[in-house]
């Protein structure tokens, strides 16, 4: 998506080798109608995929998530970072670790917002490592329900997740794939 | 609001005395059109308040936040509640305790996101004590910033947060208020 590479190359800021700062646009201030046309892409990519929800995990993937959910016209659940004291017994949770904080987090959906008969569609504002996104394909898994794919704002192709994830058949939609980045900046593949 | 009544009559579970669940629509699975109608509600009573910014704190409040803001053609800025590594050390910070949790965490905003020139708009999905809207209306005035006010979708009038807040000139807008609940039910004001 040409709008979002050229936002990332204007607004985006490159920390080491592998961290991309882009907290103006996707994780700490949002555009509402930038992240719709965000939504609308990755809805349109994934049309026909018979899709009943959009699968997110807290914080910054429910912005996109709720983007494309619109579209489509279904229910978006995120997963919860930390076990609520409103949440019910009955949940399904999968370990994420993160690579940015260096920690382990459980992620958790209550049963009752999936089930055997949705076509879910998992959402996240970044593919890495892809340790988010197999949380969250594992809990599809878990809960019985077929997974359409997965939709992506920024990939980071040279962090290996989305290639381990496609060769296990995972379909990934991603807005902007970055080859390599550096101090000379971001390379798009 | 009616709509958003009759869906915490219909869905919403009381837990104790003081904590209501509305995981199905509010804080864990969305309804994204919903969310919309939420937003714009809010939007409309704060229309002519000269809105530069909507301000929010990650997760819950990120879908309405995104929905007030996308009518008003501003944007989001949703606080942290953990610093990030990719996070500017220059950050406005608030200690916002948590009576569902039993604890206290850091809530953060990157400076260069609200400057003196912002009206900002307070949006969170629930008030309650109050103390997360404590929090980010601390960070409106340490960024110099002027308040419109906070617009939240369930008061719990109860609990005194928002009487706390009016007495201090916050204007609040609340699209449902319970004034009361119990194993009886829910009592909007």
Known sequence: MQELK?????????????????DSFLNHQLDPAFTLRMGQELATRFADAGITKVLTVEASGIAVAMAVALPLGVPVVFAKKKKAI???????????????????????????????????LVVDDFLAHGEALKGLVDIVG?????????????EKYFQGGGATLR???????SLAVIERMGPEGVRFA
């Open 6 to 22: 050229d936002r990332i190359l204007s607004e985006g800021v490159v920390i080491g080798d592998s961290a991309l700062k882009v």
């Open 86 to 120: 409103t949440q019910d017994g009955e949940t399904y949770s999968a370990e994420v670790f993160s690579f940015t904080r260096k920690e382990s987090v459980q992620v958790t959906v209550t049963r009752r917002f999936l089930s055997a008969q949705d076509v879910i």
């Open 142 to 154: 878990q809960a019985g329900a077929r997974l359409a794919g997965a939709g992506i704002v920024i």
């Open 167 to 173: 060769a296990n058949g995972v379909r990934i939609e």
